[in-house]
């Protein structure tokens, strides 16, 4: 059999044209697929900012998830109509008190009980009347989907808290007269107990006490609640405060920390931050995904209302059916950057809502452009610009490296055209202030031919996005081997074998493995990717809150207390932890095939058959170390030998490294559960020499580490 260059032979793959030259025939392989590694040819550059992570506040990846804040609805604005996540604590039906949502809309604050806001964004807030005191009386929060508690552990609890108020409102002329307050005793002042207790009540895991001044005006208290060494982590826990005594008691930015990833203020989750850390991301991308843009205009993430203390941040209206509270604010987004030791890619919002309304180019998408300025220089600009000051003040003298800016997201949504003019304005002003950084457009020439920018240069680089099965991530994992390499350079922003909910299954992990080797075989190409969605709350629908996610498929599930990486998350890992700077020229033989059952589609078009490989690969070297990173993906049931030949080196170690992900069935996955019952295992081998026969498990990915000189 004649050898091809790889590049050769993936390009038919691509084409759909598998001929006997390159593979033996369906399933039945009369010869042993063969992988020569040609060391003598030099080969591309990996590119070094190849693997990273990709980030929007979906299925409670902030509010529940990564930012720890475990009061659920803070600030009382999550729903306009109940205060959802909280509750009246009422242990003696003899007692008399009740619970109101206050100022939740301009309509629903009565007259007398206006002058409640405490600034322009906490406007609302939640009183507790007592009228007739008895037991243990008072507000609980049920968290999200419960409060964890862990032993020995410190939270922080913070409130905003005022009595009952006895200089009554201005009344405007021409208004009707003021409603009658309630009458109760003005008794506000005392003890306030605070506590983390088991939802039934019946067991306090740690308690306090604030003495409460009695005042109109609004006072923070802030207290630490220690639980026992002896207190079994649970998250079946609420937040409660109780009083004992007659009064209207109101409340606003309740808050619980419990400890976070270097004990930063305001920081993040520390298991979440360490499994992130594990699969060495070299980018963050932020802030989404349909998060960036919002379902309008008016709910695009609004950058400058997510800086400063808490109590200057109203939150904003997700884009996935729930508020975000804005925690997770520009700050923050690049901290968990450092904290991850990646380079933020910033997304910036560029005239286009989810909705389909959008600005066109010309005068009034210039205030969208500014604001884009104005948020680079938060991010890099020095202390002496407006914005790094505001950044140095919020506590970050050092400005942030940033390399990338993308344009948007999913422009091609947009079918009025417009944004080959809005990508042309923010670049042509944003390359104009800051030459160097790099501007991706969100049309993928590729998938959206007739939507692509052409109006202004070239787009550098162009974000393309894939939510496929496995078997089109099979089919498609050659793709980028027929890309032109003199067009723009390729960010895969968004990709996933969408099987398994809420996180994949192994059947996902071949898929996603299979389609890494095609972009890593093409890293000169495509320079950066990143999975998504990265994160999902897995809590099912109780009966006081809804399912915690809304798209399956992702790659990392937790609850309040405990998280997993899916089979996906341990792909990701490996192939990023074993990773040279050089793509490694790969001839590739009797590589065998199997059918891929055909779709609606491919009828429709006349198709009759597809075949797709079973075995997919791609090979690295770290010129420096001499360490070669060949890594395999099987997806067949059964098992399949490969030779494998290094050419062009004079030396190899006789030991390999093996690390392999499998499992016995496409289906199998981890829980939270069973949250390692996929996992890398990683073994020695001793090899013969320069060729050598390599048995790949059924349905297995296996990266193997050789040594050369
Ligand atoms: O990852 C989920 C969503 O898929 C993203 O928000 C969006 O960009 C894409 O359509």
Redesign the pocket.
């Known amino acids: 059999m004649k050898k091809n260059t790889i590049r050769k032979n993936l390009l038919k793959i691509g084409l759909g044209v598998l001929g006997p030259l390159l593979f033996t025939g369906h399933a039945t392989n009369a010869q042993t697929p063969t992988l020569t590694l040609d060391f003598a040819k030099p080969g591309a550059n990996v590119s070094p900012m190849l693997y990273g992570l990709?980030t929007?506040e979906?299925n409670h990846s902030y509010d529940g998830g990564l930012y720890p804040e475990l009061i659920r609805n803070r600030i009382f604005k999550d729903n306009k109509t109940s205060p959802e996540g909280w509750s009246l604590v009422q242990e003696d039906s003899a007692s008399k008190a009740s619970i109101k949502l206050m100022a939740a809309t301009t309509e629903n604050i009565p007259f007398d009980e206006r002058r409640h806001a405490i600034n322009g964004a906490l406007t609302t807030c939640l009183r507790l009347m007592v009228e007739k005191p008895g037991g243990k009386l008072g507000i609980a929060n049920e968290g999200y989907w419960g409060i964890p508690v862990n032993p020995s552990t410190t939270y922080k609890a913070s409130f905003y808290m005022k009595g009952s108020g006895s200089a009554p409102p201005r009344q405007r002329q021409g208004q009707q007269p003021l409603p009658p307050a309630p009458v109760i005793e003005d008794n506000t002042a005392g003890p306030i107990t605070v506590s983390i207790e088991s939802k039934d009540g019946k067991t306090v895991y740690a308690s306090g006490t604030i003495e409460h001044t009695k005042s109109i005006f609004w006072k923070k208290y802030e207290l630490t609640l220690t639980t026992g060494a002896d207190v079994k982590p649970s998250a079946d826990a609420r937040f409660v405060i109780t009083v004992n005594r007659t009064g209207l008691y109101y409340f606003n930015l309740v808050s619980l920390f419990p400890p976070t990833y270097n004990n930063r203020p305001n920081g993040n989750r520390p298991d979440l931050i360490k499994l992130m850390a594990e699969m060495k991301p070299k980018f963050l991308r932020f802030p989404?995904?349909?998060?960036l843009e919002g379902p309008l205009i008016t709910d695009a993430f609004p950058w400058k209302t997510t800086l400063g203390p808490l109590e200057n941040r109203p939150g904003h209206n997700g884009?996935?059916g729930y508020r975000a509270s804005d925690g997770m604010g520009l700050l923050e987004f690049l901290l968990w950057c450092e904290d991850i030791g990646a380079e933020p890619v910033l997304a910036v919002y560029a005239g286009y809502s989810l909705n389909g309304d959008h600005i066109d180019a010309g005068p009034l998408l210039q205030h969208y452009v500014n604001d884009a300025l104005d948020e680079i220089e938060y991010v890099t600009g020095d202390v002496k610009t407006y914005w790094g000051a505001k950044r140095a003040a919020d506590g970050h003298p050092a400005p942030f490296k940033l390399t990338y800016v993308e344009i948007g997201?999913?422009d091609w949504f947009d079918r009025t055209n417009s944004y080959d003019g809005r990508f042309k304005q923010f670049r042509t002003a944003i390359e104009a202030k800051y030459p160097s950084l790099h501007c991706i457009s969100t049309i993928a020439d590729a998938q959206y031919p007739d939507l692509r920018v052409t109006g202004s240069n070239k787009p550098e680089v162009l974000d393309e996005?894939y939510?496929r099965n496995s078997w089109a991530m099979w089919e498609n994992a050659s793709q980028y081997d027929k890309y032109d390499r003199n067009g723009p350079k390729i960010f895969v922003?968004?990709w996933?074998t969408r099987e398994g909910a809420p996180t994949t299954n192994l059947n996902a992990a071949l898929g996603d493995a299979a389609w890494m080797t095609g972009m890593e075989r093409n890293s000169d190409l495509v320079i950066m990717s990143c999975y998504?969605?990265l994160f999902v709350n897995v809590n099912k629908a109780t009966a006081t809150a809804p399912k915690a996610w809304q798209?399956d498929s992702d790659l990392i599930g937790y609850d309040a207390l405990t998280s997993y990486g899916s089979p996906s998350y341990y792909v990701q890992k490996i192939f990023s932890h074993y990773l040279g700077n050089k793509i490694v020229p790969v001839t590739a033989e009797n590589i065998p095939v199997q059918n891929r059952p055909l779709t609606k589609k491919d009828s429709a078009e006349g198709i009759k058959s597809k075949v797709v490989p079973t075995i997919f690969y791609s090979v690295t070297k770290n010129d420096s170390t001499g360490n070669i990173y060949l890594k395999i993906v099987n997806t067949k049931a059964k098992k399949q030998t490969i030779k494998i030949v290094l050419e062009g080196v004079s030396n190899v170690s006789p030991e390999a490294t093996n690390i392999v992900i499998t499992g016995s069935k496409p289906e199998d996955t981890n829980t939270i559960t069973d949250p390692e019952k996929i996992m890398p295992v990683t073994t020695k081998e001793k090899i013969k020499g320069k060729r050598f026969n390599k048995s790949l498990p059924p349905y297995s990915v296996t990266v193997i580490q050789l040594q050369t000189n």
Not at 288 to 291: I, L, R, S, V
Request: net charge negative; hydrophobic share 30%.
């Open positions: 990709m929007e979906i989404g995904g349909n998060y884009s996935w997201n999913e996005h939510y922003g968004e996933a998504a969605p798209w």
